[in-house]
């Protein structure tokens, strides 16, 4: 079985440019999940969706966006790229949105901001 | 607003030396509580989970963990560590007010020396 999968692996990009990530999940998992790592800082929550619709975000400016498609893939948009948006973004899904689902995660896209 | 804090950043032990990791949260009502661990070159997957019950919640590779209400703590304990234990390990707690919001610790670094 596929585990949850991200795209691309390395982005490179200069100030005020605009990065697209991408993520599938698990196949048959609905809720999908991004977060941002960054050094020293652990996982910061961004952004949760699930069944196509954004169910919660965190405390990150609106320039960070996303949504989910009808088969549940992901898209992760940051808008006006800033040097501190330089870190690893994961992805992880979830079978269904409750709270005893285990979040399966993927191997992240390092963006780096020059 | 809820937080997770990880009291050490960078442990290095021996092999076969006793490991408590710390972690506290900061929230009165009712969470659920995950330590999810990191090996090098691999995703973060999970440890170990507690939602309700015994307190002490068992997970794979002999770790455990103790759940103690009153001190707003979820520990993380292994008898007798190995090199491949060596990992990024983070807390993580879900409140139900905010479903499907998994708030993670900053992460500690393990270093078990052969």
């Known amino acids: 079985e596929a585990g949850v999968t991200q795209s691309p692996t390395h982005l490179i990009k200069t100030r005020g440019q605009q990065a697209t990530l991408r993520c599938s999940p698990i196949?048959?998992?609905?809720?999908v999940y991004w977060y941002q790592q960054a050094l020293g800082l652990g996982l910061q929550f961004l952004l949760w969706?699930?069944?196509?619709?954004?169910?919660n975000r965190g405390n990150f400016p609106p320039r960070f966006s996303g949504r989910q498609f009808p088969n549940y893939s992901s898209e992760l948009n940051v808008n006006a790229l800033e040097l501190e948006d330089s870190a690893l973004y994961l992805c992880?899904?979830?079978?269904?949105?409750?709270?005893?689902?285990?979040?399966?995660f993927g191997s992240g896209t390092q963006l780096s901001v020059l | 607003a809820q937080s997770v804090s990880q009291h050490n950043h960078h442990v290095i032990l021996s092999e076969a030396a006793s490991l408590e990791l710390g972690c506290n949260y900061s929230?009165?009502?009712?969470?659920?509580l995950f330590w999810y661990v990191q090996y090098p070159g691999q995703h973060l997957q999970l440890l170990l989970k507690?939602?309700?019950?015994?307190?002490l919640v068992k997970g794979i590779k002999g770790f455990e963990a103790e759940f103690i209400k009153s001190k707003f703590s979820f520990n993380l304990r292994k008898p007798s560590v190995q090199w491949s234990d060596t990992a990024e390990y983070f807390c993580?707690?879900?409140?139900?007010?905010?479903?499907?919001?998994?708030?993670f610790g900053q992460g500690t670094t393990l270093q078990v020396k052969p």
């Open positions: 993580a707690v879900r409140t139900l007010s905010n479903t499907g919001k998994l708030i």
């Open positions: 196949s048959g998992h609905t809720s």
């Open positions: 992880a899904s979830s079978l269904r949105a409750r709270q005893e689902e285990k979040l399966f």
């Open positions: 969706y699930d069944e196509g619709e954004e169910r």
């Open positions: 929230y009165g009502g009712t969470v659920n």
């Open positions: 507690y939602f309700s019950g015994d307190p």
